[in-house]
C-alpha cells in the first residue's frame, strides 16, 4: 500500500538480530502513521529496518511511504507484521 500519511510518533533506534545481514544485526525503529482525514482516519504501526530506520521523522510531518503487510504463526497465534518498505518526506 502506498499513501499520504501524518507522522504520528517514532521510536528510537535500536539494533536487533538479523540473519539477512552481515553483521548479524540491523538497525530497527517503529514508527506510527496515520492517513489523512483526522484523528479517527486509519493508523497504523510500522517497523523501519536498516537505513531508513535511521531517518528521523517528527509529529505532523507529511510523508509518502510504502507499507508492505505480511503474516506469520508462531505457537499456534496469527500475528501481522506491517513493514515500511520505502518512505519520503513531502517538502
Not at 553483521?23 to 489523512?36: F, H, P
Not at 531517518?55 to 504463526?73: C, N, P
Amino acid at each position: 500500500m502506498k499513501k499520504i500519511f501524518k507522522v504520528v510518533s517514532q521510536s528510537e533506534v535500536i539494533t536487533v538480530p538479523s540473519q539477512k545481514s552481515e553483521t548479524g544485526q540491523t538497525y530497527k525503529s517503529t514508527i506510527v502513521l496515520r492517513e489523512i482525514g483526522g484523528k479517527y482516519a486509519n493508523t497504523y504501526v510500522a517497523a523501519m529496518l536498516g537505513n531508513s530506520a535511521k531517518s528521523k521523522f517528527y509529529e505532523g510531518e507529511l510523508v509518502v511511504a510504502a507499507l508492505h503487510f505480511s503474516v506469520h504463526e508462531h505457537n499456534g497465534q496469527t500475528y501481522q507484521d506491517v513493514v515500511v518498505d520505502e518512505i519520503i518526506k513531502m517538502t
